[in-house]
């Protein structure tokens, strides 16, 4: 899908283990099985999305042994207690390596949540069993950090990259998040896009969700894995939880190896009514705030789920609501500053499809999401000629589709636009629209440019170019700590567009000179926090937040329940 906008533009942005459930569900229904798949399938498969999981372990959970909990209380030592009475120490003060038992020697090293490796001290060696167990030299994270920075920059394919990562997070969950945190940009392209692309009983969800040990669970993602990135059907090759119902990938249902049900997907009411049963579940075992994101579901499905449950659950879709699917948002925005009403609004945006302009000769054949923007045009069936008719000052591409941004397209963008605002936001690099050489040569150095995956910096003309990353990773971890923090019960558009006002406002005068228009990675960590601040505080101003009395502070409240990826030291 490809957005052209006129006139007036605002852009919302493009697009842990504790709190996360993984769960492992199969059974036979109609001859057919469904599957809710995960643990060592997850270990074993591809892994698709691990970078929603790290960012909102890293951004939006906070310390603490199982995510976040409003329920939280100081305790005399300056730390919190949790609702089961767990003591959650600041960072400089001891705590005890509690899982079932307190863990001590072999067990404490194979435990990801509290094992240090070579960082454990002389006086924690010896205090829980240690000694013999490690080499005898004690060195710090920062060391640690170090060395395995270097390790990994030896690794000339990403993929590798990925699975050494994946392999510390199964080893050292702080120091794998503390790696991530003090080098985000550098791996974001690892563990997130483009990298991370390549790499049930019927009846008894309830009963498999009761079986995680995680109790506390504020935070869900979920994918069916049929559209993962711009890679398509991957299976049950994906988040920890995995609804499997097949696949269409015939490539999988012919190999030996494949770990999935090899099975043609389940769709219509069996589909239906699967997902119905998973809700129920999630609401009933972890609450009415549990947050549920929808990640990677093929558009079919996306938008159908999206509006059956959104007045129900706490739900969310990344890709349709800080991704792709920005329309209405940018008509809403565009209403509230120009105070033109949404129906006028709306007119500013124009959809070009695989079949051209979206036009209301078409109504017929559109799909529902679509016939909003059906607008009265003569049909025209290339991008090239609804961009020569339109005349946009934006170019959004949702597409999918590589290339899609031609030379003589970027050409008519720049013809009537001094700087013709280009967002090739397609993942990954490879189905990217255009690559930010190209928008900045066939522009002559003049377009804005921002892509969904990352693009070296551009030399042209003498002048060094440095593309933005448009990514929803700018948006989802600050909203999802904002709901969380706030106890909403439920998702409101107003909230989408506090999310993406707060992130402008991030932006800098500077950033703009360079013609970016979002700010750098690198200060994710406080970009979340103004997000989730402005996320909770348009909660409490809709009456929908749970979590009483309001902090006075949201900023420094939404700082206070983010993870720290620090070591802790042990009694």
């Known amino acids: 899908m490809i957005s052209l906008c006129r006139g007036h533009h605002h852009f919302p942005s493009g697009k842990g283990r504790d709190g996360y459930t993984r769960s492992s569900i199969s059974s036979n229904c109609s001859q057919r099985r469904l599957v809710a798949f995960g643990g060592e399938a997850r270990r074993r498969g591809l892994r698709s999305e691990v970078m929603m999981e790290s960012a909102l372990r890293e951004m939006s959970i906070s310390d603490g042994e199982s995510g976040f909990d409003a329920s939280r209380r100081p305790n005399d030592g300056g730390g919190v207690q949790d609702a089961y009475g767990e003591d959650r120490a600041t960072e400089d003060q001891v705590v005890t390596p509690w899982t079932v038992t307190v863990a001590s020697g072999y067990s404490l090293l194979r435990d990801p949540h509290h094992n240090k490796g ?58 794998f998040y503390k790696v991530l945190v003090d080098n985000v940009e550098e791996l974001l ?23 995680w040990p995680e109790k506390s669970i504020q935070v869900i993602v979920v994918t069916d894995g049929e559209r993962i990135l711009g ?13 499997d119902v097949g696949t269409n990938n015939e490539q999988l249902l012919k190999d030996e190896f494949y770990i999935g049900l090899k099975q043609k997907r389940a769709t219509g009411k069996e589909y239906n009514d699967f997902m119905d049963e998973f809700m129920c579940a999630v609401k009933q075992n972890y609450g009415e705030k549990v947050l549920v994101q929808f990640e990677d579901f093929a558009n079919h499905n996306a938008f159908e789920l999206l509006a059956r449950y959104n007045t129900t659950h706490l739900v969310f879709n990344d890709d349709i609501q800080a991704g792709t ?77 590589g290339k899609t941004f031609t030379k003589e397209v970027i050409e008519a ?33 003049r377009a804005i440019f921002a892509s969904g995956s990352p693009f070296d910096p551009v030399e042209h003309n003498g002048k060094i170019f440095t593309p933005g990353q448009a990514n929803n990773a700018y948006i ?13 019960i439920r998702v409101h558009d107003d909230m989408l567009l506090a999310a993406s006002e707060a992130l402008a406002q991030q932006v800098t005068e500077e950033n703009l000179e360079n013609g970016l228009i979002y700010p750098p990675f690198k200060i994710i960590r406080k970009i979340s926090a103004h997000i989730a601040a402005s996320v909770a505080a ?29 070591y802790r030291s042990y009694r």
């Open 118 to 175: 070579l960082a454990f001290t002389e006086k924690e060696r010896d205090g829980h069993y240690l000694r013999g167990l490690l080499p005898p030299v004690c060195i710090s994270q920062e060391l640690q950090e170090k060395k395995l920075m270097q390790n990994l920059r030896q690794y000339q394919v990403p993929l590798q990259r990925y699975m050494a990562m994946m392999d510390l997070q199964e080893r050292n969950e702080r120091l």
């Open 189 to 211: 392209p690892i563990v997130y896009t483009p990298t991370v692309g390549e790499a049930c009983q019927k009846g008894k969800i309830l009963e498999v969700l009761k079986n």
């Open 231 to 243: 890679l398509g059907d991957l299976g049950c090759q994906g988040l920890p939880i995995t609804i």
């Open 325 to 401: 699917g920005i329309a209405e948002l940018i008509a809403m925005e565009v209403s509230k500053q120009t105070k033109i009403p949404i129906k006028e609004a709306r007119k500013k945006v124009w959809l070009v499809d695989s079949k051209g302009l979206v036009v209301s000769s078409r109504l017929q054949t559109l799909q529902s999401f679509k016939k909003p923007w059906a607008h009265d045009h003569e049909p025209l069936t290339t991008l090239l000629d609804a961009v020569q008719a339109i005349k946009p000052t934006v170019l959004i591409g949702t597409s999918g589709v």
């Open 413 to 445: 963008m720049s013809s009537f636009n001094e700087k013709p605002f280009i967002l090739a936001l397609s993942n990954p690099t490879t189905q990217s629209e255009c690559t930010a050489e190209e928008a900045y040569k066939w522009s002559n150095g």
């Open 476 to 488: 989802f971890p600050g909203l999802g700590l904002g709901l969380v923090i706030s106890g909403t």
């Open 538 to 566: 348009k909660a409490y101003d809709l009456g929908l937040a749970t979590r009483l009395p309001r902090p006075m502070d949201l900023v420094k409240y939404a700082e206070s329940c983010m993870y720290t990826p620090n």
